[in-house]
Each structure stands twice: as structure tokens, then as C-alpha cells.
């Protein structure tokens, strides 16, 4: 998730701030993306949400011309409200999205994932998670 102001006890969303830093700092502890994270990109028991995150990763894919990467992995997971972690996912659906073990390479369909993240606020976990898994695997 992005935030665009420090942490502090006089916003009105101090409880709020806090609650979602936690669960930014757990998840990146245990390079796993929660069943919370991949419905926030999109990524739900009901389908792959329109306008979402999610939805735009399967657009930019489809326009590449390549297989579909971790697409499948992440709707299995998200249909599923389970964890997408390391063991969820190969170096070969990584690599075609673009998360790579030397980063997130430029023009990859997992660059566009990040833009798209970045301006709608939807999905940093996502993403936070695809960059360790894809870098550490």
C-alpha cells in the first residue's frame, strides 16, 4: 500500500495507519501475500474483480503475447482465499511476469503491475510479495 503521509497520532486514521503498516510489515516478513492482499489486487473467491489490479496484470499479459506468467497461480490462490507464497508459484510463471531474480525487468508486464499498483493504491501487497518471491527464488 502506498502512503503519502507519516505515521501520526493526531490522523484521523491513526488506528486505521497503524492496522495496515502491520500487516504490510508481517506479510513482508513472511514473503507470503494473505488471502486480504490478493483481494485487495483483485484476486477473489468470486473471480478477478473488473478495473482491478488483477484484471489489468491479465490485460497486460494477454497484450504481450506470452503465457500467462503467475496469472493462473494468483487466481488459483485468490479463488481459493489461500496464501500466495514461494511454494505457490515457479521461477518460469516469475520470469514471464516479469519478477526476476535481479528485479522487476523494464517493460515487463510485472512493471506494469507495479504503475498500475502505484496509482491506484490497490495491491502493493501483491506486488511487494511478487517482487521478494521473484527475487529470492
Request: aromatic share 0%; glycine share 0%; no cysteine.
Given at each position: 500500500m502506498q502512503y503519502?503521509?507519516?505515521l501520526a497520532a493526531s490522523s484521523k486514521n491513526y488506528q486505521t495507519d497503524v492496522v495496515n503498516h502491520c500487516?504490510?510489515?508481517?506479510a513482508a516478513m513472511s514473503k507470503s501475500a494473505s488471502p486480504g492482499d490478493l483481494s485487495d489486487a483483485g484476486f477473489s473467491p468470486g473471480g478477478v474483480s473488473k478495473g482491478s489490479v488483477a484484471a489489468g496484470m491479465m490485460s497486460n499479459t494477454a497484450k504481450a503475447g506470452s503465457d500467462m506468467g503467475a496469472v493462473p497461480d494468483l487466481q488459483s490462490a485468490g479463488a481459493k482465499s489461500s496464501n500466495l507464497s514461494q511454494s505457490s508459484t515457479t521461477r518460469g510463471a516469475l520470469d514471464t511476469s516479469g519478477f526476476q531474480s535481479g528485479g522487476v525487468a523494464k517493460g515487463s508486464v510485472g512493471a506494469q503491475i507495479m504503475s498500475d499498483s502505484a496509482k491506484s493504491g490497490q495491491g502493493g501487497r501483491l506486488v511487494s510479495t511478487l517482487q521478494s518471491v521473484g527475487a529470492k527464488k
Open positions: 503519502k503521509r507519516p500487516r504490510v510489515a508481517r
